[in-house]
């Protein structure tokens, strides 16, 4: 890319977290919070198309990109909030815009919800988290069979090595396989960004391996949907037509929102940000 941003950390739970800052400091504040397994960098043409408006900021979450991975290997979505929550008050960011992917998405919809009042406007792209069918599964087992079943994947995930890629050619290879939709120059954007150099010469992705394990336990349902009824800025809520996120106009959960719209795209999976980019972006200006 001609141009890029800048670098920085802020502290949270002891934790150092980095964010990149596009600049424009006078300019209304917008943040960009990426997915589970992502990185801040895969905001990157968002952020272009949107600095000279915008100061634009895109944090990456703990054990993604380069911040610091969580020392008890748990990433529970109440530390998630809480590291959002942090940066928003340690850059005095609110009433803040938040346009957020997936787990970030899901963050910054708990986040909201807690603090209506520091949101302007919010954008969530497959955010909600599973769906009900998902969620009436998983309520089906047993609370000591997941309780097991998380332990023996925490086991499994600590003795898990990073996989090694012996080039970058092969890792964008992985990359182009996880999302067909990408074009050779996003493929190879997001790679480039989201993956490190071993002392041997290998190449592994950023994120930590324990990223991969999701806690059995989260708030109550009910809960959740209170914090989703108590947001009371603009929302939009995207959805992929060809994605394995449930659309929440179908499954029932737009009732929870008072205030949220639901678009879906055509031809577009889980990341239809990249894989819709001209739309979307079409989308997100008509919206801001």
Same mark, same amino acid.
């Given at each position: 890319?001609?141009?890029?941003?800048?670098?920085?950390?802020?502290? =949270?739970?002891?934790?150092?977290? &980095?964010?990149?800052?596009?600049?424009?400091?006078?300019? $209304? $504040?917008?943040?960009?919070? &990426?997915?589970?397994?992502?990185?801040?960098?895969?905001?990157?043409?968002?952020?272009?198309?949107?600095?000279?408006?915008? &100061?634009?900021?895109? $944090?990456?979450?703990?054990?993604?990109?380069?911040?610091?991975? =969580?020392?008890?290997?748990?990433?529970?979505m109440d530390a998630f909030v809480y590291d959002l929550a942090q940066l928003i008050h340690q850059l005095d960011?609110?009433?803040?815009?938040?346009?957020?992917?997936?787990?970030?998405?899901?963050?910054?919809?708990? @986040?909201?919800?807690? @603090? $209506?009042?520091?949101?302007?406007?919010?954008?969530?792209?497959?955010?909600?988290?599973?769906?009900?069918?998902?969620?009436?599964?998983?309520?089906? #087992? /047993?609370?000591?069979?997941?309780?097991? *079943?998380?332990?023996?994947? #925490?086991? *499994?995930?600590?003795?898990?090595? /990073?996989?090694?890629?012996?080039?970058?050619?092969?890792?964008?290879?992985?990359? !182009?396989?996880?999302?067909? @939709?990408?074009? /050779?120059? *996003?493929?190879?954007?997001?790679?480039?960004?989201?993956?490190?150099?071993?002392?041997?010469?290998?190449? =592994?992705? #950023?994120?930590?391996? @324990?990223?991969?394990?999701?806690?059995?336990?989260? !708030? /109550?349902?009910?809960?959740?949907?209170?914090?989703?009824?108590?947001?009371?800025?603009?929302?939009?809520?995207?959805?992929?037509?060809?994605?394995?996120?449930?659309?929440?106009? #179908?499954?029932?959960?737009?009732?929870?929102?008072?205030?949220?719209?639901?678009?879906?795209?055509?031809?577009?999976?889980?990341?239809? &940000?990249?894989?819709?980019?001209?739309?979307? !972006?079409?989308?997100?200006?008509?919206?801001?």
């Amino acid at each position: 890319m001609a141009s890029g941003p800048t670098s920085h950390s802020f502290i =949270s739970q002891r934790l150092k977290l &980095h964010y990149v800052d596009w600049g424009n400091d006078d300019a $209304p $504040p917008l943040l960009l919070v &990426h997915g589970g397994r992502d990185h801040c960098r895969s905001w990157d043409w968002v952020a272009e198309r949107l600095c000279d408006r915008y &100061h634009v900021i895109a $944090p990456d979450l703990r054990g993604h990109g380069d911040s610091a991975w =969580s020392p008890d290997g748990n990433y529970d979505m109440d530390a998630f909030v809480y590291d959002l929550a942090q940066l928003i008050h340690q850059l005095d960011l609110a009433p803040v815009t938040i346009v957020a992917h997936s787990m970030g998405g899901n963050v910054a919809l708990r @986040y909201t919800g807690l @603090y $209506p009042d520091n949101v302007r406007k919010l954008v969530a792209i497959e955010g909600l988290g599973p769906s009900p069918k998902m969620l009436a599964e998983r309520a089906a #087992k /047993p609370v000591a069979d997941r309780f097991r *079943q998380w332990i023996e994947d #925490k086991r *499994q995930a600590a003795g898990r090595i /990073p996989k090694r890629y012996a080039t970058l050619d092969d890792a964008l290879a992985r990359m !182009m396989a996880e999302n067909s @939709y990408l074009t /050779p120059e *996003q493929a190879r954007h997001l790679t480039v960004q989201g993956i490190n150099r071993n002392e041997d010469g290998s190449w =592994s992705w #950023k994120f930590d391996n @324990y990223l991969n394990v999701w806690s059995g336990f989260d !708030m /109550p349902q009910d809960d959740i949907a209170s914090l989703w009824a108590a947001i009371a800025c603009p929302t939009l809520l995207l959805y992929g037509a060809d994605s394995w996120a449930s659309n929440p106009e #179908k499954d029932g959960r737009l009732k929870h929102f008072r205030t949220a719209k639901v678009i879906e795209f055509e031809k577009a999976g889980h990341w239809l &940000h990249h894989d819709q980019f001209d739309r979307f !972006m079409s989308t997100l200006e008509e919206f801001l």
